[in-house]
């Protein structure tokens, strides 16, 4: 059974930094695309950051030369390493991917989301 869970959030001044992490299991993170995505209330889950399973990156205009993604194969682990947040980053965010399931189809995964709250 795949499963995702997300850690790290909290609460930050803004031009603070937080990481967080993504733990999969059931399936490597090694071999699927990867994403990084957040829902502020009211608003539409967007994309943050992607890493395909090739390595290749895309982040949001609103997050790039501040967010980082990475994965570490060993531990299983996508990270996300945001820096000098802002109020306007204040939502909870949540790790994805898409597997291929024989007789399913591609499925989406989806953590249980962290809370991020940037304060002014």
């Known amino acids: 059974q795949v499963r995702l869970v997300e850690s790290g959030g909290g609460l930050v001044q803004a031009g603070g930094s937080l990481r967080l992490s993504c733990a999969a299991f059931?399936?490597?993170?090694?071999?699927?695309?990867m994403g990084w995505y957040r829902q502020a209330p009211g608003k539409q889950r967007d994309l943050v950051a992607g890493?395909?399973?090739?390595?290749?990156?895309n982040y949001a205009d609103s997050v790039k030369g501040r967010f980082t993604i990475s994965r570490d194969n060993a531990k299983n682990t996508v990270y996300l390493q945001m820096n000098s947040l802002k109020p306007e980053d204040t939502a909870v965010y949540f790790c994805?991917?898409?597997?291929?399931?024989?007789?399913?189809?591609?499925?989406?995964?989806w953590g249980q989301g962290t809370q991020v709250t940037v304060s002014s």
């Open positions: 890493i395909s399973s090739l390595g290749s990156i």
């Open positions: 994805s991917t898409k597997i291929f399931l024989p007789g399913s189809g591609i499925v989406d995964f």
């Open positions: 059931g399936t490597a993170v090694s071999v699927n695309a």
